[in-house]
């Protein structure tokens, strides 16, 4: 009986063990993976050309970084994915970033956008570099990317957005507080 209870404590420190060893390692690596999406971030950011009519996410899965989004400035494209291949933790780079078709309708759309937001008070989300709000136009048709301080203020900006001549619809993809958007 003896042999039989020692062999169930054995047993049960044994499991008891690797079940920590287990959960240790998965700590370990969920914080190596927010210090490479940290850097990803940072990376993405620093872009010399990434500006208020452009917007990119990236997704971080086992060493591949996944960019998406889209860019009005084609540049921003290759240096997105150029800045983030040399980062420690990166070993596959997905480039799905859409380059926005050129025109003088959405630029003119891009411009209106943003001066009737700075007209109504809004500009502190458009301050360059790395505004908190980002406006893409893809052949008239607008969305609204990025955060706000309040959900007032992404109402309004939804309305202001709505109101410029040649819009075709706005997608309002903003996010009330600065610390859910991160």
């Known amino acids: 009986m003896n042999k039989i209870r020692n062999l169930a404590l054995l047993t049960l420190a044994i499991l008891t063990f690797s079940v920590s060893d ?8 969920d914080k190596s993976a927010r210090a490479v999406e940290q850097k990803v971030f940072k990376e993405i950011n620093k ?9 990119i996410a990236f997704s971080y899965n086992n060493g591949t970084v996944t960019l998406y989004g889209k860019v009005a400035n084609a540049i921003n494209r290759k240096s997105a994915e150029r800045s983030v291949r040399d980062i420690p933790g990166v070993t596959n780079i997905v ?11 959405d630029n003119s759309i891009r411009r209106q956008a ?8 809004l500009y502190r989300y458009l301050w360059e570099p ?8 893809d052949r008239g048709h607008v969305t609204l990317e990025g955060y706000v301080a309040n959900r007032g203020d992404a109402n309004l900006m939804n309305i202001l957005a709505n109101g410029v001549s ?10 009330v507080g600065r610390d859910n958007a991160r």
């Open 130 to 137: 790395n505004p908190s709000v980002r406006i893409i136009v």
């Open 166 to 175: 040649g819009t075709f619809s706005v997608t309002n993809n903003l996010v």
């Open 47 to 55: 872009l010399p050309y990434y500006g208020v009519f452009d917007h």
């Open 22 to 29: 287990v959960s240790a390692q998965n700590f370990s690596s």
């Open 114 to 121: 943003l001066r009737e937001f700075a007209n109504k008070g």
């Open 95 to 105: 480039n799905n970033i859409e380059i926005l078709p050129l025109g003088s309708f």
